[in-house]
Nanobody, 122 residues
Framework: QVQLVESGGGLVQAGGSLRLSCAAS???????????MGWYRQAPGKQRELVAH???????TYTDSVKGRFTISRDNAKKTIFLQMNSLKPEDTAVYLC?????????????WGQGTQVTVSS
């Protein structure tokens, strides 16, 4: 089965930076491909929202509130994506979740990571 492993969350002061990573891996001997991966976030009392999204071809999408501050990138060979977050604001505080959409020899899949907490202090 495909699973996502996230890292990089933590505590940071406003104006600081964090870099999140999310690696997709499959069972031994399995073959899978990624169509797109993305980062979402959810703060208490708010709906989950897309933060950034990237296709295997490199096309990117960002929510307006992070444009110019966050950058999503990928390493297709390692099936890993990154989210470089600069100029962080307290309103960026949320659980950040990785998502991957792709296919295996058994069919398509969509998978979520466990989530990583990002807390920005003022």
């Amino acid at each position: 089965q495909v699973q996502l492993v996230e890292s990089g969350g933590g505590l940071v002061q406003a104006g600081g930076s964090l870099r999140l990573s999310c690696a997709a891996s499959g069972a031994s001997g399995s073959i899978f491909s990624i169509n797109a991966m993305g980062w979402y976030r959810q703060a208490p009392g708010k709906q989950r929202e897309l933060v950034a999204h990237i296709t295997s071809g490199g096309r990117t999408t960002y929510t307006d509130s992070v444009k110019g501050r966050f950058t999503i990138s990928r390493d297709n060979a390692k099936k890993t994506i990154f989210l470089q977050m600069n100029s962080l604001k307290p309103e960026d505080t949320a659980v950040y979740l990785c998502n991957a959409d792709g296919s295996t020899s058994y069919g398509p899949f969509n998978r979520w990571g466990q989530g990583t907490q990002v807390t920005v202090s003022s």
